[in-house]
């Protein structure tokens, strides 16, 4: 017999049973919670964010109106992105810099190839992007023979491990400077017990014969500015701007989304940006790129390329609620105040994007019927919502994406009628008093991980308390 000739039930099976694929491995992943090594780092490395970003607010006279501002002209940008698109299109053109689109993943490494085998690359040098991560472009690219390279440390410290990003902000937060010098030792056999500025001098060496060796250097962008056509980065270390620099192309992935009206919104977003991410009055190192160098410059890339990612971002502007995920700074400060994040940490989500950010957008990038579980795991405190420099009600858009869950009856048949049961017993107090302790008793038998491995649910009671304040009147 053939699977689409399957009972109705068999396949409704077969797809619960898939769908609940990714939950099992988050809450198998969720473990690490236990793991009083792991929490001990992630805990001190947040902590310390936590204390700069507190003394980032204090310059602020007002910083709900900053945010209110941000908000504002982020909400006018997705509401007309076609509009900004074309206008920074139009204007990054004049500049001499050649304009990609790509609706998906596929087309954007298929674009990304198609620019290195013109230009006869083989080494390319990366500042940190999450977009980059999001279509997977390193592994693409390593497939077809290409060596590319991280320069942003957290990013070349995980490549290194050969583990993806754990954070938005800070891709290495799960590791402690002990665990850094134990990868290096056996990876480049530096001292076994090298202290952060040794390894860091050993990266910077290393790093610098990849600058000026690559064809290719590929950054993100933080802003794409409509009026001038430019592209904004901003950054700590100034590998991102040595990225662009040295190599003879300039390649900008970016999504949709990063469009921002004007040059003099970039006085409001840099320090925002920098305030509530790392806690700084403005970034090290920030840079407007609007386009190849010219004729009477020295320096900087002979090609520049902006590569525009849809990847669902115009399905999302169309949501009456959820186009507010799009105002997104990728800032991290919702990871940090998340206490689900705080305690499973990045890996769990098994997303490009974690944290409450990622629990909204990646089901509608990927998919409810596999992401799903992502909104349920949250507690609703709002703690997100609060930090956001944007002001995007996350912990309301969660809320949603579980309506749109039980909308789209993703939810198993069994739990369905359990919270029919439910509504049965609790309408009513005579109803509930039908099912007695003892039964009540066994029914949670029946599971015996219902509170987790680590609790034991205590027993009912024979009788209800509303029964047994009746028996003592």
Not at 140 to 148: C, F, S
Not at 301 to 309: N, Q, R, Y
Not at 394 to 399: F, I, P, Q, S, V
Request: hydrophobic share 35%.
């Amino acid at each position: 017999m053939k699977v689409a000739d399957m009972p109705g039930e068999w396949h409704r099976f077969l797809y619960i049973k898939s769908m609940a694929k990714l939950k099992n491995i988050f809450l198998h992943d969720s473990e690490i919670a236990f793991d009083k090594k792991h929490r001990q780092t992630l805990n001190f490395n947040i902590s310390k964010y936590d204390e700069a970003v507190a003394k980032g607010k204090l310059r602020y006279r007002n910083m709900d109106l900053a945010k209110q501002r941000a908000s504002y002209l982020k909400g006018k940008v997705v509401s007309n992105l076609a509009t900004y698109l074309e206008e920074f299109e139009r204007n990054a053109q004049k500049n001499g810099i050649e304009v990609l689109w790509a609706r998906n993943s596929k087309e954007a490494v298929s674009e990304i190839k198609k620019v290195l085998v013109a230009n006869h690359a083989r080494l390319l040098v990366k500042g940190k992007s999450m977009i980059s991560e999001e279509i997977e472009l390193n592994g693409h690219l390593e497939k077809a023979g290409y060596e590319p390279v991280e320069t942003d440390l957290g990013e070349f410290i995980v490549q290194v491990a050969g583990e993806k990003p754990y954070h938005i902000l800070t891709p290495a937060m799960h590791k402690s400077k002990e665990d850094v010098a134990a990868l290096f030792h056996k990876k480049f056999d530096t001292p076994e017990k090298s202290t952060p500025e040794e390894l860091t001098a050993y990266v910077r060496e290393v790093l610098r014969k990849k600058f000026t060796t690559a064809e290719i250097g590929i950054t993100g962008s933080n802003f794409l500015v409509a009026d001038v056509g430019g592209v904004a980065l901003t950054e700590n270390e100034g590998n991102g701007f040595m990225s662009v620099a040295f190599p003879k192309v300039h390649i900008v992935i970016t999504g949709i989304e990063k469009i921002i009206p004007s040059i003099n919104d970039l006085d409001l977003f840099f320090p925002l940006l920098s305030a509530l991410g790392t806690g700084q009055q403005v970034t090290v190192y920030n840079s407007l790129l609007t386009g190849p160098k010219r004729d009477n410059e020295a320096n900087g890339p002979g090609k520049m390329f902006v590569l525009l990612l849809d990847n669902k971002r115009s399905k999302i502007a169309e949501e009456k609620k959820h186009f507010e995920a799009l105002k997104c700074l990728r800032c991290g400060a919702c990871l940090n105040a998340c206490p689900i994040y705080k305690n499973v940490g990045g890996y769990t989500y098994n997303t490009t994007y974690s944290g409450p950010i990622g629990s909204v957008i990646t089901p509608l990038m990927k998919g409810f019927k596999q992401y799903d579980h992502l909104s349920f795991a949250c507690t609703v405190c709002g703690a997100c919502t609060d930090v956001c420099p944007v002001k995007i009600p996350l912990h309301d858009l969660l809320l949603l994406n579980r309506k749109k869950s039980v909308e789209k009856k993703l939810d198993s048949y069994s739990w369905r009628k359990g919270m029919k049961a439910y509504e049965w017993a609790f309408k009513k107090r005579k109803n509930l008093d039908k099912v007695n302790g003892i039964a009540k008793n066994i029914m949670a038998k029946t599971n015996t991980n219902i509170v987790g491995k680590q609790k034991e649910l205590p027993g009912f009671a024979k009788q209800s308390f509303s029964q047994q304040r009746k028996s003592n009147k």
